[in-house]
T-cell receptor
Framework: DVKVTQSSRYLVKRTGEKVFLECVQD?????MFWYRQDPGLGLRLIYF???????EKGDIPEGYSVSREKKERFSLILESASTNQTSMYLC????????????FGDGTRLSIL | AQRVTQPEKLLSVFKGAPVELKCNYS??????LFWYVQYSRQRLQLLLR??SRESIKGFTADLNKGETSFHLKKPFAQEEDSAMYYC????????????FGQGTTLQVKP
């Protein structure tokens, strides 16, 4: 069974802090994704990566960056956290090709005070 | 631009009633469509995909290209079906990138 693990379930940070959210998958998937989930807005793609060191912006990349130094790990970085980044963050991974589904982690509920 | 629309934020039905969760999409090519579900305190997971033409937990969804819809249906709702449901569109490519709808909360009352 695919396992996508996000390092924290809950995180509280202060405005202006640099915040790291970590995600690890154990199925050698090529693709990894970061979303934020907000009521009424669904899931919005922040960034995705289709290979090590490769990344592409999603729909709402402003204020975020990512890092993929190893295939199994995809990090989301909030360069200078702001209150409007308070949200649920979901990481997902998938194999490339065909209709391969995305497999999600449990999510990190991030609060910026 | 590609878009997925789920017009209902909340759908409330009684146990045993039929359920239809609406999903409309805009895409000029041949879409790949999915339904994902998130039960309370669980991770988001795949429910079904149109290409498999399968029935999962009694749910089915038919792709209607003429109406650009992929509605999720179940003839008799169960209380355990209560969850958040997301429709998603994948562009045929190797990146696996999905476009999600806004989500519909299904509430099945006893």
């Amino acid at each position: 069974d695919v396992k996508v693990t996000q390092s924290s379930r809950y995180l509280v940070k202060r405005t202006g802090e640099k915040v790291f959210l970590e995600c690890v998958q154990d199925m050698d998937h090529e693709n990894m994704f970061w979303y934020r989930q907000d009521p009424g807005l669904g899931l919005r793609l922040i960034y995705f990566s289709y290979d090590v060191k490769m990344k592409e912006k999603g729909d709402i990349p402003e204020g975020y960056s990512v890092s993929r130094e190893k295939k199994e790990r995809f990090s989301l970085i909030l360069e200078s956290a702001s209150t409007n980044q308070t949200s649920m963050y979901l990481c997902a991974s998938s194999q490339s090709g065909g209709d391969q589904p995305q497999h999600f982690g449990d999510g990190t509920r991030l609060s910026i005070l | 631009a590609q878009r997925v629309t789920q017009p209902e934020k909340l759908l409330s039905v009684f146990k045993g009633a039929p359920v239809e969760l609406k999903c409309n999409y805009s895409y000029s090519g041949s879409p790949e469509l999915f339904w994902y579900v998130q039960y309370s305190r669980q991770r988001l997971q795949l429910l079904l995909r149109h290409i498999s033409r399968e029935s999962i937990k009694g749910f089915t969804a038919d792709l209607n290209k003429g109406e650009t819809s992929f509605h999720l249906k179940k003839p008799f709702a169960q209380e355990e079906d209560s969850a958040m449901y997301y429709c998603a569109l994948k562009k045929p490519s190797n990146t696996g990138k999905l476009i999600f709808g806004q989500g519909t909360t299904l509430q099945v009352k006893p």
